[in-house]
């Protein structure tokens, strides 16, 4: 509080007083917020530089090329050529796995998963085996669907 002597004494002085001193408060608040802007500024250009250095872009094999490279694709754009029976009846027709499954209400990756290979392969139940074998004429057999019948 200012002394006694220094103190307005009609009440729009002491409040011209009491708006001052909260400005100069202001001012100091904003220096201080400006000084931690920069500071977390710094931090943050200092963890992405570090983060994207030329040290952790350095090529672990040179002699990789990019697996797009390697593929050559008839179709760009498009998957990889199945080389199961029933995606290639299915293009055959003109249908893609994708139409067939929603002509037939089911869901397409599941469809994708009767002749995947690898994890993703699942056993194709025995009525659509038999009804893909009346529809395309690909055998329901063991030897047709590698991932198996149920």
Request: net charge positive; hydrophobic share 40%.
């Amino acid at each position: 509080m200012l002394p006694s002597a220094a103190v307005p004494r009609d009440p729009i002085s002491r409040q011209r007083a009491r708006v001052a001193a909260a400005e100069k408060r202001l001012a100091e608040e904003r220096r201080l917020l400006d000084e931690l802007l920069a500071i977390a500024l710094d931090a943050y250009t200092a963890e992405r530089e570090r983060l994207h250095s030329s040290a952790n872009r350095t090529n672990i094999a040179p002699n990789m090329q990019p697996a797009a490279e390697l593929v050559r694709r008839s179709r760009p754009g498009r998957p990889l050529e199945a080389t199961h029976p029933f995606p290639l009846a299915l293009e055959a027709n003109g249908l893609t796995v994708t139409a067939w499954a929603k002509k037939h209400r089911v869901d397409r990756a599941v469809v994708k998963g009767w002749f995947a290979e690898g994890d993703g392969g699942r056993r194709i139940p025995r009525e659509w085996a038999n009804r893909i074998e009346t529809e395309l004429g690909i055998p329901a057999t063991l030897a047709t669907w590698k991932n198996g019948i149920r």
